[in-house]
């Protein structure tokens, strides 16, 4: 990866798109600071109240505990004095998982942990978002469910959020702002700010706007063929 | 049918030591009836139940250090490749450190005190339960690790909810053969330095060449430490592995 630079103001919904190899997941690693083999700048933040900015991730994986319940693996990421507040069951309750509360994540379906997984990144109440393919190897109705679920949650509480994926579907129905990442150097090719309000965009919209970024004619659209 | 075996097998062991009591004869090799008299003869006169009662709290007392040490070293070493190149070399020495060294140097350096006779024995089983907890380290989840830094998780809930549920398996492996080495050291420290113990007892009953005396405090104890295998270390390996045995979703 060489000369990467991305700034995005707060609430802004950024997705990095690009082929498997152009370094999507180094990127989000970097940010998220758990890589720290790179030579560069990574600024995440202030806050308001001048703390540490707060960081959810959801990985390519679900990534939960499995010997911990689901309301569990929510209330960990918490600070020790909320953990037993209301914020754990009411963003169980906003992802439907309230009933799943109890069960251990062996006892889930990709999809449901992968909720879960969701509804532990907003449970900190995160200044960033960074989602690695966040929907992956899903069946298309389950991914759809929770990219509406996904898209809620922004609604409601507009968070800046750096999204990778190689679906140009998904990159287009979620962000503000479209990366596309050519591979080795890794680096960015093209910027596409997406108008039309996240509301507002149906299947036909994002088609349209797909077929449109596909035929556009300048060598960094044709990676997304 | 899972019951009647261990049954039928233990009724073989006996009827196997009765027959060669009948051979070897006397006081050299007593057989079960002789021995189980002796057993009612100790446990009568509470010398049973007071010797063993000591020798279990040192047991106890000596795992419980050896268990929480061995973890305290094994985890970092497995984690960090520098700790593990400049301790290993520590850890084949001590390996390889005979027990009674370890204890006849306690004596020597302590005195014939209970710290010192605990303390042996836990030296004896923490090189042991390093190697394992090590292993068990180097396996583990980095996923799960790099999660927990992510959501920035302190050191002590990384340690209890993301580092020991991965170890369990390698933890209960460890306490196991912990236990089963653990208090045969403890009866050769009570020998050579306590005024107590089965060990200590043991070594009345050799000097008088009572056989079936020794026998008894042997098969007492040794049920014992199967008690605390079966009704403490399986049950609690359980409750931590429960969340394996789930059933997939309803």
Sequence with gaps: ???????????????????????????????????????????????????????????????????????????????????RGPAVDAMLEALELSPFADRFPTQLSLGMARRVALARAFVVEPDLLL????????????????????????????????????????????????????????????????????AARDDATIEALRRDLLSRPEPAFRLLA | MPVLMPVVSILLLLALWQAAAMIVGGRLLPGPPVVAHALLREAESGALFHHMGVTLLRVLAAFALAMSIGVGIG???????????????????????????????????????????IGAVAINKIPNTVVLVRAGARAIDEGLVDMARVYRLSPADRLRHVLVPQLTPTIAAAA????????????????????????????????????????????????????????????????CQRWRRMPADA
Aim: proline letters at 8%; a positive charge.
């Design chain 1, 1 to 83: 990866m060489r000369g990467l630079t991305l700034s995005a103001p707060a609430g802004e919904v950024v997705a990095l798109v690009g082929p498997s190899g152009c370094g999507k997941t180094t990127a989000l690693g970097i940010v998220a600071g758990l890589d720290r083999a790179f030579d560069g700048v990574v600024e995440v933040g202030p806050r308001p109240d001048g703390g540490p900015a707060r960081i959810g991730y959801v990985f390519q994986e679900p990534r939960l505990l499995p010997w911990r319940t689901v309301r569990q693996n929510l209330a960990l990421v918490l600070p020790r004095a909320q953990r």
């Design chain 2, 75 to 117: 985890l970092p070493m497995g984690r960090s490749p520098v700790l593990d190149r400049l301790f290993g070399p520590w850890l084949v020495f001590f390996l390889n450190l005979p027990a009674l060294v370890v204890i006849v140097l306690a004596y020597v350096w302590f005195g014939l005190t209970e710290a010192a006779a």
């Design chain 1, 131 to 198: 989602m690695d393919e966040p929907f992956v190897s899903l069946d298309e109705p389950t991914a759809l469910r929770l990219r509406g679920l996904l898209s809620n949650l922004l609604d409601r509480r507009p968070t800046t959020v750096l999204l990778v994926t190689h679906n140009l579907r998904e990159a287009l129905a979620l962000a503000d702002r479209l990366l596309l990442l050519a591979p080795s150097p890794g680096r960015v090719v093209a910027e596409v700010p997406v108008a039309v309000p996240r």
């Design chain 2, 176 to 239: 196991r053969s912990g236990l089963a080495l653990i208090w045969k050291i403890v009866l050769v420290v009570e020998l050579l330095g306590r005024s107590d113990g089965v060990g200590f007892q043991i070594n009345l009953l050799f000097q008088t060449f009572d056989v079936a005396g020794i026998l008894a405090y042997t098969i007492a104890f040794v049920a014992v430490v199967q008690l605390l295998e079966y009704g403490v270390l399986q049950p609690a390996e359980r409750h």
